[in-house]
């Protein structure tokens, strides 16, 4: 019973901000690395950001010094930070995390149900 579940998309104007939220829950043993995805219709499924479990972050070139990756371990819970949003942010945001089950020997990925994220004026 692990589920990722996301918030804090919406429909923002060119420039403004937006925070993303996905918080894990279930029978977790523990979290490995935390990430963001997204998915334009046409477009295939890319990797935005990611985060590991000490804190090191990765990010798209196209979002470096917009976007800001966090997490808080206690939490189980990762963010995306979107600053100066461009209508090319417009997509479906997926959060992905590395889990390792309670009784399990192994990591898996899950994903969050997407959150919608819009940026016209």
């Known amino acids: 019973q692990v589920q990722l579940v996301e918030s804090g998309g919406g429909l923002v104007q060119p420039g403004g901000s937006l925070r993303l939220s996905c918080a894990a829950s279930g029978s977790i043993f523990s979290i490995n690395g935390m990430g963001w995805y997204r998915q334009a219709p046409g477009k295939q499924r890319e990797l935005v950001a990611s985060i590991t479990n000490s804190g090191r972050t990765n990010y798209a070139d196209s979002v470096v010094g917009r976007f800001t990756i966090s997490r808080d371990n206690a939490k189980n819970t990762v963010y995306l930070q979107m600053n100066s949003l461009k209508s090319e942010d417009t997509s479906v945001y997926y959060c992905?995390?590395?889990?390792?089950?309670?009784?399990?020997?192994?990591?898996?990925?899950?994903w969050g149900q997407g959150t919608q994220v819009t940026v016209s004026a």
């Open positions: 992905n995390a590395r889990i390792r089950r309670s009784g399990s020997y192994v990591y898996t990925d899950y």
